[in-house]
């Protein structure tokens, strides 16, 4: 295969993978706390003969954004948003994670937990028990009590390298490079924060990477027609 060849195909793998994750995008849409991802693509430049160069492009490295959402209102005493930069503390059986989706609720051990029943912690690193009856209110730095009574403070971090976090599944990340309390952020009690997702804006991107990748598919069939015929003439 020759170079222009081989420079559409790594074009063209890019193209794939952005638009898996733009559909990815799209299907989360409506997610409580989703952050939107993106692709970043690179150059990778090689001299080749008599001083000329070979560019290639690669679409290898993934993109966050942690633009935020908008809130909605719900009234559920359980249910809980980040206003400004902070995730909530997750505790899972691989560690602790972040995450911005707050839709909790409490277990029937009476621990605070996500929807996959993953434990939320304090601002300690430990469980937030949640009593079976009584007035329940999170003040905006994330104290919760019961009847007046203070039980403990959600813990709400933000992650010291948030460039390098790992995401692990639609909302939640990990953060190896450690976290700190997030000072400046508020909790808000009673809502929720929806996707930061921008449907129109991701439908027209994926029409614009379903364009390209045609395009660059139909120069391969075209390339090959054309290495085709003048091997046919060398041959006759």
């Known amino acids: 295969m020759e170079h222009a060849g081989y420079t559409t195909?790594?074009?063209?793998?890019?193209?794939?993978?952005e638009m898996q994750i733009v559909a990815n995008n799209i299907a989360n849409a409506a997610t409580t706390g989703y952050r939107a991802e993106g692709l970043i693509f690179s150059e990778y430049v090689k001299p080749v003969?008599?001083?000329?160069?070979?560019?290639?492009?690669?679409?290898?490295?993934?993109?966050?954004?942690?633009?935020?959402?908008?809130?909605?209102?719900?009234?559920?005493?359980?249910?809980?948003?980040?206003?400004?930069?902070?995730?909530?503390?997750?505790?899972?059986?691989?560690?602790?994670?972040?995450?911005?989706s707050g839709a909790f609720s409490p277990s029937a051990e009476g621990d605070l937990v996500t929807y996959d029943g993953f434990r939320v912690l304090d601002a300690g690193g430990g469980p937030i028990f949640v009593p079976p009856s009584g007035n329940i209110a999170v003040s905006?730095?994330?104290?919760?009590?019961?009847?007046?009574?203070?039980?403990?403070?959600?813990?709400?971090?933000?992650?010291?390298?948030?460039?390098?976090?790992?995401r692990e599944d639609g909302v939640?990340?990990?953060?190896?490079?450690?976290f700190e309390?997030?000072?400046?952020?508020?909790?808000?009690q009673g809502f929720v924060e929806n996707s930061n997702v921008n449907p129109i804006t991701q439908l027209a991107r994926m029409i614009e990477v379903q364009r390209a990748y045609e395009l660059g598919q139909s120069f391969l069939e075209t390339e090959d027609e054309r290495v085709r015929t003048a091997l046919k003439s060398l041959m006759t």
Not at 144 to 157: E, F, H, K, R, T
Not at 172 to 178: E, I, S, T, Y
């Open 181 to 188: 309390p997030a000072e400046t952020a508020r909790v808000l």
């Open 49 to 100: 003969d008599r001083g000329a160069s070979l560019s290639m492009g690669q679409g290898n490295v993934h993109s966050t954004s942690f633009a935020q959402g908008t809130l909605t209102q719900t009234n559920a005493p359980f249910d809980l948003a980040i206003e400004g930069d902070g995730f909530f503390l997750i505790e899972t059986p691989q560690g602790e994670r972040l995450t911005r």
């Open 9 to 17: 195909l790594s074009r063209q793998s890019g193209l794939a993978r």
């Open 140 to 166: 905006s730095d994330g104290t919760l009590s019961a009847d007046g009574n203070p039980l403990g403070q959600i813990g709400v971090v933000r992650p010291l390298d948030p460039i390098n976090m790992v």
């Open 172 to 178: 939640m990340f990990r953060a190896d490079d450690g």
